[in-house]
């Protein structure tokens, strides 16, 4: 109550006639100013927070009891985490009525409440008369690890997780950040096995918050994107009984609906469950290697056994070779190794797809087969092309692949160079040169087009920069170069936007904005 209140409140009984005999206790002012007081504040999970009260109060403060409480303002969807375990997912002031950080007039303390809106209530009371003063702050927590660029590594101590905060792809930062980490801090106990694969930011599809599946050559597990910790092992990620081998080799996410492949068997999960169900052929084998897009929640996979596309609705269990389908090849026997495959553009249809082959018994020659998987039935998709481009310098070397979604736009990478590839889809041709080098002692690890729209951006950022991952053995150190690349030509800058370091070999990158 301010002194005002307080004030009217005096005046309006004292017009009463009241002939009782009373003692009266004369109130100090007691309030908490408000007038040029900042009322919203934002802090990560985990840190340190500070606070004053501008409180108002002519007696003796130490006589005055304080409490500052914390509430919850809305109900959110968080991601699994091992902290936080106190706090109840969504629960509001009725399910902690008493939820207290401190008893001091000032406010020191470390915020490990989970991250959403909330309610910070500041409360002096005078204990003799139960007179409170009051004030309600906006109190925001981010999680500890934020939205930016997640990086898998392998340094000394084994495979581990960096996250960076970087104003390239989040025009309301003004600097770079660092989770360093991110992985063996938080799982401690649980260090991961193998060889580093994929690292894949996804929403989970009943709830529409952020995984990060993890994989290497011997390991796989869902981890929470709100600190890294594992949320899910390899066993607790199938519906029914999980495979006895973790060979989680191919991710793909297309919106709520994933796609795996894990030793040689294709497995989806689909908008209701994050549970990974196989598909299943009829009077036939097949070895997926891998899968990607295509229309709705329908699935397209290449068949490393029999060398062909295959093709599962979006509600099926069932897997099937695709046959009828029209244009440069035929689906059904495409007779080549897949190399590489991702999306790509073709006179601005969403679902071009762009598949790198060799011949089965190694010869140098490489080839690019792009499809349009635009219809509901795999039957129906269009081959656009099935185009030679082994006279393309070096494309017997590349180990790394990127191709533009916004524009025709393809690069690919040997250890040594970046090369930007010049093609025409319907005319069958193609050539390539030469546009980047890593400095003296590095070699390149990987290449991908940025593809997402960023945060806070004038422009949106997909495919407006590639991201070069290098590594160089005397310092044991990987970069990670962010080169600004043209949409429609892929001609890059000189300069890069940016730079990044960290302790040890770069496997994967991805995304993610919480």
């Known amino acids: ?197 994929e690292l894949v930011a996804a929403i989970y599809p009943a709830n529409s918050y952020y995984y990060i599946y993890l994989t290497s050559t011997e390991d796989a597990v869902r981890l929470s994107s709100i600190d890294m910790s594992v949320a899910e092992e390899f066993e607790e990620m199938f519906a029914g009984k999980a495979p006895e081998k973790k060979d989680l080799s191919h991710i793909i996410v297309n919106g709520t609906a994933h796609f795996f492949v894990n030793d040689g068997v294709a497995y989806k999960c689909n908008y209701s469950s994050a549970l990974m169900t196989p598909l299943a052929m009829r009077n036939g084998m097949y070895e997926a290697v891998a899968t990607n897009f295509t229309y709705g929640g329908n699935s397209v996979w290449y068949d490393a056994l029999n060398r062909r596309f295959l093709h599962s609705m979006m509600w099926s269990a069932e897997i099937a070779p695709i046959i009828n389908a029209s244009g440069a090849f035929d689906f059904g026997n495409v007779g080549k190794d897949l190399i590489h495959w991702s999306k790509g ?98 070699s390149i690890t990987r290449i991908e087009l940025f593809k997402n729209a960023g945060i806070n951006l004038e422009n949106s950022a997909l495919d407006k920069y590639l991201l070069v991952s290098t590594f160089q053995e005397a310092t044991g150190k990987g970069k990670i170069y962010i080169i600004p690349s043209d949409i429609s030509s892929g001609v890059l800058e000189s300069e890069p936007a940016a730079v990044y370091e960290f302790d040890g070999r770069i496997a994967d990158f991805d995304f993610i904005a919480q």
């Open 345 to 442: 553009y073709y006179q601005g249809n969403e679902y071009a797809n762009y598949c790198f082959f060799k011949n089965p018994t190694e010869d140098g020659q490489r080839y690019l087969y792009v499809f349009l998987a635009d219809q509901s039935s795999g039957n129906s998709f269009t081959a656009k092309c099935a185009m030679d481009i082994s006279a393309c310098p070096e494309i017997a070397m590349a180990q790394s692949f990127a191709t533009g979604e916004r524009g025709p736009v393809v690069f690919y990478a040997t250890e040594e160079q970046v090369y930007r590839m010049t093609y025409n889809i319907d005319e069958g041709t193609s050539s390539a040169e030469s546009v980047w080098l890593p400095a003296a002692g590095e």
């Open 1 to 197: 109550m301010t002194g005002i209140s307080l004030f009217t409140l005096l005046f309006a009984t004292s017009c009463l006639k009241d002939e009782g005999n009373y003692d009266y206790v004369e109130l100090e002012d007691f309030y908490v100013d408000t007038v040029g007081v900042r009322h919203n504040f934002t802090v990560k999970q985990f840190e340190s927070f500070e606070l004053t009260p501008k409180l108002i109060y002519e007696g003796d403060k130490s006589s005055l009891e304080y409490k500052w409480e914390l509430y919850k303002s809305e109900d959110i969807s968080i991601g699994a985490s091992s902290y936080g375990t106190g706090f109840a997912h969504n629960y509001t002031r009725d399910d902690y009525p008493d939820y207290t950080l401190a008893n001091t007039e000032d406010l020191s303390v470390v915020i490990s409440a989970v991250p959403g809106s909330y309610y910070l209530v500041f409360t002096a009371t005078e204990p003799k008369t139960g007179v409170k003063a009051m004030m309600d702050y906006q109190l925001q927590v981010e999680g500890a690890i934020g939205t930016g660029l997640v990086v898998l590594y392998q340094g000394i101590s084994g495979i581990d997780i960096d996250v960076v905060s970087s104003p390239v792809f989040n025009g309301s930062l003004t600097e770079a950040t660092f989770a360093r980490h991110a992985y063996s801090t938080t799982n401690e106990s649980r260090p991961f096995a193998g060889e580093p694969r």
